[in-house]
Structures are given as structure tokens and as C-alpha cells.
């Protein structure tokens, strides 16, 4: 029977230790605030991933796959966001101890609208929602943060207004604008569409 782990004091550092699955972790140096760290840790040993893995090691792990696997577009945008979030946070903060009080804090500086923000701690979100389903760690501490709210941008052109878009217009991007007014494709969309998009 396998000897159950309890907390124990190291006389060199003046402070408390316990060992979970083989890995030592520090109670601090106060034993009243060491048997509760000691307790909490117990009752979340599967958590304890979160404490070895930092969020820079994280982000980079996660760009690595989204570069393989995503659109250049998309690595290239989550790129720019994760590369800031770190330099907000630095490099040394370990995922398990990320708050929403770090996010908030990254915004502080930055003049992005509302939406910009939703879609930067979207990114987040997802880098750290990646990491959970691969099994990196099991416990993700920014799961119930809520993004800020995205505002719409639709811009809705009347029949004269769009008239006077395409006459100004030359060709070949007359038919363009035809087959986006036509169909309520966005530019992107059409820009990308192919024959096997069409049933």
C-alpha cells in the first residue's frame, strides 16, 4: 500500500514541502498556511500540470501546432495577440496562476476597441482551451473569464449608394461587386470562394 503523502519541513530553506506525483512542491515557510495549501492541493492533484507549465511555453507549443495546421492569416493573428499577452504577463508566469486580473491588466495600456478586445482574449481563451484538450493540463483558470463584448459592424448600403459605388468602379471589379451585391457574400468570402463551394 502505496504511503500517503504529507507535508514535511526542510531545515536548509526554513520552509514546508509535499510530494505529489513525484513532483515537490513549496507550502511556504508558515505551517498554518502550509497544511492548508497542503489540503487544497489534495483535494486537485490532477491540477498540479498547471504549476510546471508556463503561459510563454504554452503559447509557443500552441503557435507551433496553429502554424501547421491553421491559415497563415490565422497564426499570423493569434501571432500578434499571444506575443502581447506574454509580454503583459512575462515569461515566467506559470499557467495555474493566471487570473482574469491579467487580462484585465493587458488591456490597460491598449486603445482597442471593444470588439478588437473580444478578439484578442478570444485568442487567449482558445490557446489555453487548446492546451486543455490535448491534455497539457486539465484545469483551465480562464474558462469562465468573459470576453468584452463585440459590437457589429454590418454597414447596410441603400440601392442609390451602392449605384454610385459601382459607377465608379472600373472593370474587372464591376462583375465583383455585382456577385457581392447579388449575393451577400462578404469580399473575403468571395474573394476565397471556389466551384466546389457551390451545390
Same mark, same amino acid.
Given at each position: 500500500m502505496?504511503r500517503q503523502s504529507?507535508?514535511y519541513?526542510?531545515?536548509?530553506t #526554513?520552509?514546508?514541502y509535499?510530494s505529489?506525483? /513525484?513532483?515537490q512542491?513549496?507550502l511556504?515557510?508558515?505551517?498554518s498556511?502550509?497544511?492548508k495549501?497542503?489540503?487544497?492541493?489534495?483535494?486537485r492533484?490532477?491540477d498540479?500540470? @498547471? $504549476? =510546471?507549465i508556463?503561459v510563454?511555453? +504554452?503559447? #509557443?507549443?500552441?503557435?507551433?501546432?496553429? #502554424?501547421k %495546421?491553421?491559415k497563415p492569416?490565422t497564426?499570423t493573428?493569434?501571432?500578434h495577440?499571444?506575443?502581447?499577452?506574454v509580454? =503583459?504577463t512575462g515569461?515566467?508566469?506559470?499557467? /495555474? #496562476?493566471?487570473?482574469? +486580473?491579467?487580462?484585465t491588466k493587458?488591456f490597460e495600456?491598449?486603445?482597442?476597441?471593444?470588439t478588437?478586445?473580444? $478578439?484578442a482574449?478570444?485568442v487567449v481563451k482558445? *490557446?489555453?482551451?487548446w492546451?486543455?484538450?490535448? /491534455?497539457? !493540463?486539465?484545469y %483551465?483558470p480562464i474558462?469562465?473569464v468573459r470576453?468584452p463584448? *463585440?459590437k457589429?459592424?454590418?454597414?447596410?448600403?441603400?440601392?442609390?449608394q451602392?449605384k454610385q459605388?459601382?459607377n *465608379?468602379?472600373?472593370?474587372?471589379?464591376v $462583375? !465583383?461587386?455585382d !456577385?457581392?451585391w447579388? @449575393? /451577400?457574400?462578404?469580399p473575403?468570402? *468571395?474573394r476565397t470562394?471556389e466551384p466546389?463551394h457551390?451545390k
Amino acid at each position: 500500500m502505496p504511503r500517503q503523502s504529507k507535508p514535511y519541513f526542510r531545515e536548509q530553506t #526554513q520552509s514546508w514541502y509535499c510530494s505529489i506525483n /513525484g513532483k515537490q512542491i513549496s507550502l511556504g515557510k508558515q505551517k498554518s498556511e502550509a497544511l492548508k495549501k497542503f489540503y487544497e492541493l489534495m483535494g486537485r492533484k490532477e491540477d498540479l500540470q @498547471t $504549476d =510546471s507549465i508556463t503561459v510563454y511555453q +504554452l503559447t #509557443q507549443t500552441y503557435l507551433d501546432w496553429c #502554424q501547421k %495546421n491553421k491559415k497563415p492569416s490565422t497564426y499570423t493573428k493569434h501571432l500578434h495577440y499571444l506575443k502581447s499577452f506574454v509580454e =503583459s504577463t512575462g515569461k515566467r508566469i506559470k499557467v /495555474g #496562476q493566471v487570473r482574469k +486580473l491579467h487580462l484585465t491588466k493587458w488591456f490597460e495600456d491598449k486603445t482597442w476597441s471593444s470588439t478588437t478586445k473580444n $478578439d484578442a482574449m478570444g485568442v487567449v481563451k482558445r *490557446a489555453f482551451n487548446w492546451a486543455t484538450e490535448e /491534455g497539457y !493540463f486539465t484545469y %483551465n483558470p480562464i474558462s469562465q473569464v468573459r470576453k468584452p463584448p *463585440a459590437k457589429r459592424r454590418d454597414i447596410f448600403y441603400t440601392a442609390e449608394q451602392w449605384k454610385q459605388v459601382r459607377n *465608379a468602379a472600373r472593370s474587372p471589379i464591376v $462583375d !465583383f461587386l455585382d !456577385f457581392l451585391w447579388s @449575393t /451577400g457574400c462578404r469580399p473575403q468570402e *468571395a474573394r476565397t470562394l471556389e466551384p466546389r463551394h457551390i451545390k
